[in-house]
C-alpha cells in the first residue's frame, strides 16, 4: 500500500443493497487501511443511525454527512433520493473535503453527476469505465464497461490513449500493448465500428511507449497474453467482465492471482470516481475504497490526464452539459 | 448416443491448422460413433495424399471427395481455395450424399455458402450461430456467436424463437426460459438496439412451452440459472464465448460439466451445418463432427424449422442472393 493520507467519499444509497452492505464495506476497508478516512454520505435518517452506532474509536476515521437535499425526500423515487447522495457525494469532491468517490449505485447515475460535478476532460467526449483484470503475465486493463454504450470509433480511439495511459500510471505496466477487440484476429474482422476504428488506432498516437496490437479476442481478456489493454464499447465490456465473472463462479472460484474485479475507475473526469458493481458485497466495496485510495495516492488521475495532451489537468476542465453520456 | 447412420461433410481446408487436425478430428470421431461415415472434401493434392494414407478399415468410413474446382488452384489465395472447398461439402450436402456439413474454416464463407447451397428460411434473415454452454441447472443455448454481427431488433426477436425451439429439440429443455442480453436486468438497461428489442421479445410469440424472462447479464451465461437461452448480437456471443474459454483457461481447466463450446450450430438455413473454433483443434473437430450427427439423428433442424411458423422446411427454403449475411 502507497503511504499517504486518503479521504474518500462514499455513497451510502449505492448498490442493491445499500445502506447495510455499504458500511459494512466502509467499516471493512478503514481497518483494512490505517491511513484512511471516509466520509459516509447519505440520507439524514440512514446518516443519523449509523452516527449513533458509530463507537468512538471509528469516529476519528469515519466521518458521516447528511445530504440535506435528501431531508423530506422519504416519499420520493428510491432513484431520485439515490442521485440525490451521489451528486452529494460528488459536491465533497469538488469542495476538496474528499479525495475521491466510490458508489456503487447506477453507473450513468454516477457517471452524470461526476460530469456535472467535477468537470469532463475537454479531449475526451465519453468518460470511460476502466476494470483491471490479473492475468497471466500482468493486469489486463479493460475499458469500457459500462461508461459510453454506442461509442463513435473516434471515441474508442481516445479510450485506448486513456487505457494505456492508465496502464502506465496506475498498474505501471512498462510500454502497454494496446488491442481492439473483435471476434477474430486478422484486419477487417468486427462489426462496423471496429472496422473503422481498427484504422484510426493503427495511426493514434499512443502516449508514452504504448503501441497499438491490432485486433484481440475475448479469450485474450481473461488470459492477457496479447495485450495489456483492451478497448470495446462500454456494452460489450460489461457483459464480458460479467461473463468471466460467472465462468470463475462455474468453475469453482477465481484463479490464483484474482477474479474479475467489482470495481472500475472512471477516465474522463477531473476527479478520483469508482464505480462498484451494483450487486456489490462488503468486500466488493471495501475493494472499490482501497481502488480510490490507491488511485489518489498515486495521482492516477492527474497523471493520466497529464499523459494525455500535456497541460494541466485542473484548467481543462469542461463542465458543459453537452455531453454525450448516456444512463445504462 | 441416439442411434442411426449420419455421413457428414467435413471441409479438410477449414481452420487456422487445416488439414492436419481436421483429418486428426475426423479420426478421432469415427473412432468414438460406429455409426458414423465421413466424407472429407479438399484439393486434390490434399486429398490423394489423405487417400494414400488412410488404412482399409478406414476407407470403409472415410471417403475423400477431391473438390474439382480446387484443382489448379495451388496458385490462388487460400481463403480462395477455402471458399470453394466449403462450397463443395455444402453441395454435397445439397445433393444427399451427405447428411450434414462441418468446417472451421471462416465463418461469414461457410454461412455465405450454406445460404446460397442450401437456401435460407423465407422467415429468417439473418442466420444464427447457436452455441451450447454446460451450466449449473442444465445446458444454456447461446445466440447468435457470429453469424450476424449487427442484427436489428427483429433479428435478434427472430433468433429468441429459433433459440427457444433450439433447445427444446437439440436439448430436450422443457419450456425454455429466454433472456435478452444486456448490462442489468431492469427494463430500459442497455443500449437501443437493446432497449427495442425487449418490448418486441415480451410480446413475441414463442415456440411451445418458452417464455420471455427479460434483460440477464454475462454472469447468466456461464452460470445458467436465470435463462436456458441468452439472445446477442454475433459479436457480444462471439467475444463473450471465447471470455468464457479464457477465463476458464485462467482457472486451471473447465468446471465439470464441461467449457465453452467451440463448435456452433447454423440455423435459418435449410441443412444441418456445424462451424468449428477457426483455432479448432483436433478433438473440436470431432465434437463438431459429433455435434453434427446428434442434430441430424434428431432431425433437429428439420424440427426447428416446424416450429417456427408451420408447413415443411424443405418448401420453404429461399435460395435469393438478397441475403444479410455478413462476412466476419
Known amino acids: 500500500m502507497e503511504p499517504g493520507t486518503a479521504r474518500i ?46 463507537d468512538p474509536v471509528q469516529r476519528v476515521r469515519i466521518t458521516v454527512r447528511p445530504v440535506r437535499d435528501a431531508v423530506g425526500m422519504a416519499d420520493h423515487p428510491s432513484a431520485a433520493r439515490a442521485e440525490s447522495t451521489v451528486r452529494a457525494a460528488v459536491t465533497a469532491v469538488h469542495d476538496g473535503i474528499a479525495d475521491a468517490l ?49 461509442p463513435r470509433p473516434a471515441t474508442l480511439a481516445r479510450h485506448a490513449v486513456l487505457g494505456a495511459a492508465y496502464a502506465e500510471v496506475a498498474h505501471a505496466v512498462p510500454e502497454p500493448r ?27 498516437p499512443l502516449p508514452g511507449g504504448a503501441r497499438y496490437v491490432g485486433l484481440v ?25 460479467k461473463a468471466i465473472e460467472g465462468a470463475y463462479a462455474m468453475a469453482g472460484g477465481p ?17 478520483t470516481v469508482v464505480v462498484c458493481h451494483g450487486a456489490a458485497r462488503a468486500d466488493d466495496v471495501a475493494s472499490g475504497i482501497a481502488l480510490a485510495a490507491h488511485l489518489w495516492r498515486r495521482r492516477a488521475i492527474d497523471l493520466v490526464s ?8 485542473t484548467d481543462r476542465t469542461d463542465r458543459s452539459t453537452d455531453t454525450e453520456v448516456r444512463t445504462s
Open 102 to 150: 466510490v458508489s456503487a449505485g447506477a453507473t450513468g447515475a454516477t457517471v452524470t453527476a461526476a460530469v456535472l460535478g467535477l468537470g469532463r476532460w475537454p479531449e475526451v467526449r465519453q468518460p470511460a469505465l476502466v476494470a483491471t483484470l490479473p492475468a497471466v503475465t500482468g493486469p489486463v486493463v479493460l475499458l469500457d464497461v459500462g461508461g459510453s454504450l454506442e
Open 217 to 241: 479476442e475475448g479469450y485474450d481478456v481473461a488470459v492477457g497474453a496479447r495485450a495489456d489493454v483492451v478497448v470495446t464499447d462500454g456494452f460489450t465490456g460489461n457483459v464480458l467482465l
Open 255 to 271: 484463479p490464483v492471482g484474482g477474479g474479475a474485479p467489482r470495481a472500475a475507475a472512471l477516465l474522463g473526469v477531473a476527479g
Open 178 to 204: 494496446v488491442g481492439l477487440l473483435s471476434v477474430g484476429t486478422e484486419a477487417g474482422k468486427g462489426d462496423r465500428v471496429r472496422r473503422a476504428t481498427d484504422p484510426l488506432l493503427a495511426i493514434e
Open 9 to 54: 467519499a462514499v455513497d451510502l444509497l449505492g448498490g442493491d443493497d445499500a445502506p447495510a452492505v455499504v458500511v459494512d464495506g466502509a467499516l471493512r476497508a478503514v481497518r483494512a487501511d490505517p491511513d484512511l478516512h471516509l466520509l459516509l454520505v447519505g440520507p439524514a435518517e440512514v446518516a443519523d443511525e449509523l452516527i449513533a452506532a458509530l
Open 306 to 313: 497529464a499523459l494525455l495532451e500535456g497541460g494541466d489537468a
